[in-house]
DNA sequence: TGACTATATCAAAATATATTGATATAGTCT
DNA sequence: AGACTATATCAATATATTTTGATATAGTCA
């Protein structure tokens, strides 16, 4: 039996770090604020009003991502802008692809 | 603000699909197995003991794979071979793109 | 300063998920 | 049939995550 990744020891960091990238984006609200925010910054407020959230639930949702760095903010008088952090989510997108291997089409 | 997706009732099956795939994947033991599964068919014992699980829990995240079809099974006397079912990986790889843009290098 | 708006934080409750231990099922081989 | 191996299932427990409600912080503007 010749299998060639995940063995104990090996690439177990990229790994773990693949697995987190998923949680992160493995939520429902997460990915629709992901998803929302392809098409440019937004702030709080054009978030949670749009996606029909609480606003501190969007907050909570905001905080997971930009700690994990998939998102930058910044600030402008009272508002936060949010946008992707593309380089982080390059990253990620080839350590996943590392593991599954590729099944575009 | 213009904004292109996950208004409620806007993709929404879709999304919730993708987020469905995601989580199946954002688990170490069940990516460690889709992994080890790249290199082809793998009985149950070798997943177990390369992955070094229990072989109930082992069999418990099989099945979570299974039931969301991104494996497939084949009986042969004793042993069950699990493999990949790379048609539904893409699937879900080209909702998962739709969702994200494309993040790769 | 005071009223207001936007965002963040925190504790509590609700919910979901992973893991373990025990046991069942089902095929093989003598 | 009886012993054995491989896999699956189930209930109980442990752990993690999401959501809510209340409140804090910080900037704006009259």
Redo the contacts with the bound molecule.
Sequence with gaps: MKISCCRKNESTKELAMTVDFL?VL?????LKIMCTLRSGEK??????RFLD????????????L?DFKLID?R???????YSINSNEMSKYNSFLNHFLKSYEQ
Tied chains: 1, 2.
């Design positions: 949680k493995a939520e429902e609200n997460r702030c709080v407020c054009d978030i949670w959230l609480p606003q501190n639930l969007a907050s909570h949702h905001l905080k997971i930009k903010s600030k402008d008088g009272l508002k936060v802008y």
